[in-house]
């Protein structure tokens, strides 16, 4: 399906690109600056690519999610879902905001509790988890487990009742609806791996209260990620009251929704979903309810907070176009490649941003054609060395990031109250083999 952010036609210039981020500001002097750093400095400090993230933006976009839902006069349980960005810098920045965890491996299970926040406000999702991993879980006494079948609900309550431990359960509805996202980011129709279908969760659930081991505390969904629009969620989630209705009037105990994530931001001067409309949307279908709500945004709270700053390496003419050679490539930003995503790029220098723009293939060095940040972007002629910001980078970059190529990982920096942090040195290139072995050989 092509949503709005696929659609070329309403391609931002320059000025509409920075004029929607209030977090950037172009100055005459300092060039682009984000939370009024200059993003020259950072460069000239740790070079590039370079991924920067800003902790006020991170803050001002938790607020405005619990300002949404407190003005709907519904109390909401925010667990950031660690996936979308999982520093232990952009972690300790939520975690001191009051943010819970969602998390899918031991691995960002064990990252969240790295920064203090307490095994009582994580959960667990995914649609596989290990039975090693349940069972550190549980012996760290996770707060909830969002299982996604009845096969999984069986292994759960064999480790649980093995060490001892009952598991607080929220089972995952698949409510068969379209999020209307890009295929391979929906998660809530009948065909996906996730989550159970609406028919089966009263005899699971009826099931799960009679397992050893196992404490069914309500339902959970997440039907897709980058969703513009309130309207499959209000559909997901009506569906998710009717059962938490039906499952009522069985005898079930139903405490707690969990209404997932996937609130979508603006990559190009559109705006994100609407969080009031949103909010409404859980009012009407699930305020009546008398459930604990929790939310598991990623995207939404940390997307537009990073940037991806970039070097340009070369412009190259050929017969049929131009195209930017960036030092950054799809192993540092895979959402252009994988998704065909767009991101909003701006040059750093207040003259480049202001000169004549001509369609480039703004591209990186790796060895596949499929490295491709921008198609025919309108950008103006950049000299070797200059600068370049790839936007909204916060969420779903680093992460997916890898040093395919034998290419360093990026440094990272976190802008804090108008001064910048190094959170990751780059990668010195011996730390790329720094864990082989080299046996040795006849
Ligand atoms: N909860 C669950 C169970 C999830 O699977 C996800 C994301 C989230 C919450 C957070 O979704 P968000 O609020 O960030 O949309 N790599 C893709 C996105 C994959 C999302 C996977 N699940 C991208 O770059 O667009």
Known sequence: MLTRSDLSATEPDLAALLAARP?????????????????????DAFGTPVWVYGAATIRARYADLQTAFSDAGLPVHIHYAVKANDHLAILSVLAKAGAGADVVSQGEFARAMAVGIPASGIVFSGVGKTRAELAA????????????SAEELAMLSEVATSLGRTARVALRMNPDVDAGTHAKITTGLAGNKFGISAPDILPLYAHAAALPGIAPVGIALHIGSQILSPAPYAAAYSKAASTVRALRQAGQQVSVLDLGGGLGIGYRDEPGISLAAFAQVVRREAGELGVQLLLEPGRYLVG???????????????????????????????RPSLYDSYHGMLPVSAVDFVKPVSPTDVVGPVCESGDIFAAGRAL????????????????????????????????????????????????RLDNLWA??????LR
Do not use: W
Not at 137 to 148: D, K, M, T
Not at 316 to 329: C, E, G, I, M, S
């Open 304 to 334: 537009p907070a990073g940037l991806l700053l970039a070097s340009v390496i070369l412009q190259k003419q050929t017969a049929q176009k131009r195209f930017l050679v960036l030092d950054a490539a799809m192993n540092d930003l895979l």
């Open 23 to 43: 977090a950037l500001a172009m100055h005459v002097q300092d060039g682009l600056c984000f939370e009024d750093v200059p993003l020259n400095a950072i460069a």
């Open 137 to 148: 879980a549980l012996s760290a006494g996770i707060g909830q487990i969002n299982v996604e």
């Open 435 to 440: 864990d082989e072995i080299l046996p040795g």
């Open 380 to 427: 103006p002629d950049l000299a070797e060395n200059a600068r370049l910001a790839v936007l909204d980078a916060g969420a779903y970059g680093a992460v997916m990031s890898s040093p395919y190529n034998a290419r360093p990982r990026a440094a990272a920096v976190l802008l804090d109250g108008g001064h910048f942090h190094l959170i990751t040195p780059r990668q």
